[in-house]
DNA sequence: GGCTAAACGCAAACTCATTGCGTTTAGTGC
DNA sequence: GCACTAAACGCAATGAGTTTGCGTTTAGCC
């Protein structure tokens, strides 16, 4: 569960963000394998027994932080034809989940997530990028795979190598999957 | 890294079945988050500082420990048919994979798992049992797809929704992909 | 403005993680 | 077989991280 929807205003948020700062600061200062609950604590200006009560173990609160981030920023481009725009979106898309910190984020995400719904919601932030691709093509008349089947044939694929097959990831391997949900061989 | 070879006999082999059989009677019986090194040393008869020497940190220990609990024990069962033996093996996988247990498996193989080792080789250990299958299909004289489809077409979308979606699961929707991937509407 | 419960700080007590050192033992060569 | 070497282990001390009780602050709400 996300802890976002507790006491949404004055200290307690400025606590939250100060504690988020502090994860992202010193994640890229003494990378993220070296953060510790009392390091995060100092840095955000609170006592562990704070960070301790609020999310549980430093698990959660990575978890936490991971999904923020890995909340898109901007709506999918328009590059003018359903093709360019997935082939697009899932380069991007592998850019950002397959580099080294993209990893981390996804773990951590899956990580210290009790019920799932961190890890969810990054699906859900997958499948509203879609959504608003899907429904441009709409829009112009091309005969579009709904965002379940995108989600099979292109997310899936991309995020199983990720996490399981380091190896044979490139720019070429996600346009061929677009290209293949969307029935053609080539662009 | 997996830790198997180290001084494969005597002692040391003991000390390892011992650790590995104390991770799932514990895991069983206080659940999978209340293990601790400690605890699972006193279970053992070991002291911490062994398991801490041979395996670094808990991480790794549930990491090696899954690995071992993920790999198939039987091989794929033949059915006369490749959509038969797809089906019945993703139908299997899905079982196994989806169960609370399982997903504490993989996420402890994805984890504590600094080089990937121990995630690819999940991923072998798929790959090797689609492999049994579509060569046995092949010898059937049928036209199958190679295992890397598979693993794009039905591997990857399970695993997805196993991570992220934990909702719209079921043995249906397996078939659908299995059938899918053979371009078929159905069996 | 006053009330209530959540959130926080402080500090003690506890558990866990780490490390040096001596002992046991598996693997190896004679 | 017997000695040798280095890996593996046990023990114990040290340091770091985690948990919890209690008093204080404060956000949300009459």
Same mark, same amino acid.
């Given at each position: 569960m996300s802890r976002q929807m507790v006491r949404p205003g004055g200290r307690s948020a400025r606590v939250q963000a100060a504690v988020h700062t502090a994860v992202r600061e010193l994640a890229s200062e003494v +990378? #993220? =394998?070296? %953060?510790t609950v009392p390091l995060v604590a100092r840095r955000a200006g609170v006592t562990p027994s704070t960070i301790y009560r609020r999310w549980g173990d430093l698990q959660e609160l990575l978890s936490d932080v991971a999904v923020e981030r890995l909340r898109p920023d901007t709506a999918p481009g328009d590059h003018g034809a359903l093709y360019a725009d997935l082939a697009a979106w899932a380069e991007q898309f592998l850019d950002e989940m397959a580099s080294p910190t993209g990893r981390s984020y996804i773990r951590d995400a899956l990580l210290g997530d009790p019920d799932g719904s961190n890890a969810g919601q990054c699906s859900a932030y997958a499948a509203e990028q879609l959504g608003i691709v899907l429904s441009r093509a709409a829009g112009r008349g091309d005969d579009t795979p709904d965002v379940e089947t995108v989600m099979d044939r292109v997310v899936a694929p991309l995020m199983y190598r990720i996490l399981? #097959?380091? =190896? +044979? %990831?490139d720019a070429p391997y996600a346009h061929r999957l677009v290209a293949e949900v969307l029935g053609r061989t080539g662009p």
């Amino acid at each position: 569960m996300s802890r976002q929807m507790v006491r949404p205003g004055g200290r307690s948020a400025r606590v939250q963000a100060a504690v988020h700062t502090a994860v992202r600061e010193l994640a890229s200062e003494v +990378g #993220r =394998d070296a %953060l510790t609950v009392p390091l995060v604590a100092r840095r955000a200006g609170v006592t562990p027994s704070t960070i301790y009560r609020r999310w549980g173990d430093l698990q959660e609160l990575l978890s936490d932080v991971a999904v923020e981030r890995l909340r898109p920023d901007t709506a999918p481009g328009d590059h003018g034809a359903l093709y360019a725009d997935l082939a697009a979106w899932a380069e991007q898309f592998l850019d950002e989940m397959a580099s080294p910190t993209g990893r981390s984020y996804i773990r951590d995400a899956l990580l210290g997530d009790p019920d799932g719904s961190n890890a969810g919601q990054c699906s859900a932030y997958a499948a509203e990028q879609l959504g608003i691709v899907l429904s441009r093509a709409a829009g112009r008349g091309d005969d579009t795979p709904d965002v379940e089947t995108v989600m099979d044939r292109v997310v899936a694929p991309l995020m199983y190598r990720i996490l399981f #097959r380091p =190896d +044979g %990831l490139d720019a070429p391997y996600a346009h061929r999957l677009v290209a293949e949900v969307l029935g053609r061989t080539g662009p």
